[in-house]
T-cell receptor
Framework: GNSVTQMEGPVTLSEEAFLTINCTYT??????LFWYVQYPGEGLQLLLK?????DKGSNKGFEATYRKETTSFHLEKGSVQVSDSAVYFC???????????FGTGTSLTVIP | EAEVAQSPRYKITEKSQAVAFWCDPI?????LYWYRQILGQGPELLVQ????????DSQLPKDRFSAERLKGVDSTLKIQPAELGDSAMYLC?????????????FGPGTRLTVL
């Protein structure tokens, strides 16, 4: 079956610290992989995506590389800001059926 | 910039009452999704439409939930009767449809509180 496993939170970091949020997946076929971010009281916003093995998605200083050999898509940022405080969701999209599967989310708090 | 619209943003109701949520996807998006998100968890798919047809409603509690997308554009999700456990955020999302890498675009959600 298809599933996404995310590193559990909450994660608390000081401003300018390095961030890693782990994500691994199980999927049949060749899924696309996504990271979404959710701010309090809002819907999810796409942060970045990768559609094939070894692709690197990047946006706003965040990066994630699609690693087929380890079935992983870890999110990284070199220097976090207070404004990055949010909940981050890893997700996969099946290449058949157009279905999405989400991880449970990782809450990040960045303190000044 | 095109957005997914949802209304209402907040809804408070008493148990056993009926509630309805509305979603208008981004124009041209063939696929529409309804999710339920319980606080502290990830979105859980309730129903997925391709145009006006349901393609997945396996997780929809059909004894009390119903969803329709009559003209393949906007959609309504209904709960009747509401139960205390239905308190959650209900998210609507849309995507272009089939095609590798197409992402979902989410609306702001409807926060439901059942008293």
């Amino acid at each position: 079956g298809n599933s996404v496993t995310q590193m559990e939170g909450p994660v608390t970091l000081s401003e300018e610290a390095f961030l890693t949020i782990n994500c691994t997946y199980t999927a049949t076929g060749y899924p696309s992989l996504f990271w979404y971010v959710q701010y309090p009281g809002e819907g999810l916003q796409l942060l970045l995506k990768a559609t094939k093995a070894d692709d690197k998605g990047s946006n706003k200083g965040f990066e994630a590389t699609y690693r087929k050999e380890t079935t992983s898509f870890h999110l990284e940022k070199g220097s976090v800001q207070v404004s990055d405080s949010a909940v981050y969701f890893c997700a996969l999209r099946t290449n058949t059926g157009n279905q999405f599967y989400f991880g449970t989310g990782t809450s990040l708090t960045v303190i000044p | 910039e095109a957005e997914v619209a949802q209304s209402p943003r907040y809804k408070i109701t008493e148990k056993s009452q009926a509630v309805a949520f509305w979603c208008d996807p981004i124009s041209g998006h063939a696929t529409l999704y309804w999710y339920r998100q319980i606080l502290g968890q990830g979105p859980e798919l309730l129903v997925q439409f391709q145009d006006e047809s349901v393609v997945d409603d396996s997780q929809l509690p059909k004894d009390r939930f119903s969803a329709e997308r009559l003209k393949g554009v906007d959609s309504t999700l209904k709960i009747q009767p509401a139960e205390l456990g239905d308190s959650a955020m209900y998210l609507c999302a849309s995507s272009l449809g089939r095609g590798h890498g197409n992402e979902q675009f989410f609306g702001p959600g409807t926060r439901l509180t059942v008293l």
